[in-house]
């Protein structure tokens, strides 16, 4: 007699297998059918080139765009409550650096975006991503540096 938890990841692992197939079926046609993205038709000649090195390039890539997007909106929910009077972005491979002008002397804030910056790294360091900030006050009347993004 088969335990109903090995039931149950058996019908797990089925259902997710049908779904995995149909959605590559959904990709081939649209394929077929030339109204895939530029993207899907991207994946899937990488994919059937066999090309490793590509694979894991593009693999790359998606994972930087995912785990950026992620560092950066989790990093502003942190500090929601309170932004500083200047913030900026960039990315450096798998960094994301952060620009924050801060009042004079707001130890408050500049203990939150240190906080903010511990907890990113904490979630994502594992996966090899990691954040650095610069902060900065009013009066050290620096320009934020032309590589940044500023977002406030």
Known sequence: ???SESISISDT???WFEEFI?????????????IAS??????YDVLMSGNLDQMAALNKVNADQHFIKSIIINYIKIISDKLPARLAFDTDDSEVLVWAEIQNDDE?????LLIAEAEINSRFHRYGYDLTSTI???RDNLQVPNHYSVVI
């Not at 530029?38 to 994946?43: A, C, F, R």
């Not at 408050?108 to 939150?112: D, G, K, V």
């Open 1 to 3: 007699m088969i335990p």
């Open 13 to 15: 692992r089925s259902t």
């Open 22 to 34: 149909a959605g590559i079926r959904t990709h081939q046609l649209m394929l077929e059918k030339r």
């Open 38 to 43: 530029d993207v899907l038709i991207k994946l």
């Open 108 to 112: 408050e804030m500049e203990n939150a």
């Open 136 to 138: 900065v006050e009013l």
